[in-house]
Nanobody, 124 residues
Framework: QVQLVESGGGLVQVGGSLRLSCAASGRTFSNVAMGWFRQAPGKEREYAASITPSGALTYFADSVKGRFTISRDNAKNTVYLQMNNSKPDDTAIYYC?????????????????WGQGTQVTVSS
């Protein structure tokens, strides 16, 4: 059974940092792209970041570029999202997703497996 389990969410103050983790089980994901999406209250899910299988290339939504980094440890079958300089607009449920292919991207249809999400709340 394939599972993606996010952790590391919580309450952070404006300007603070959090590191989200996504642990995969049931199969290896070292040969596919991985991504992070988020959904704020009352809004649609949106893309945040993605990473190629080797981790060599990373991509970000404009809203998080320069503040978030994405990385992966294929030996641990885990992907991370480092959130720095957090803003109130970062408040959302964050979802990890495993791609269908090696190609990362913003389109949710590129991703085959999804985690249950972890709540991040940025307080001002």
């Amino acid at each position: 059974q394939v599972q993606l389990v996010e952790s590391g969410g919580g309450l952070v103050q404006v300007g603070g940092s959090l590191r989200l983790s996504c642990a995969a089980s049931g199969r290896t994901f070292s040969n596919v792209a991985m991504g992070w999406f988020r959904q704020a209250p009352g809004k649609e899910r949106e893309y945040a970041a993605s990473i190629t299988p080797s981790g060599a290339l990373t991509y970000f939504a404009d809203s998080v570029k320069g503040r978030f980094t994405i990385s992966r440890d294929n030996a641990k079958n885990t992907v991370y999202l480092q959130m720095n300089n957090s803003k109130p607009d970062d408040t959302a449920i964050y979802y990890c997703a495993a791609g269908r292919t090696i190609l990362p991207g913003q389109d949710a249809s590129r991703y085959a497996y999804w985690g249950q999400g972890t709540q991040v709340t940025v307080s001002s």
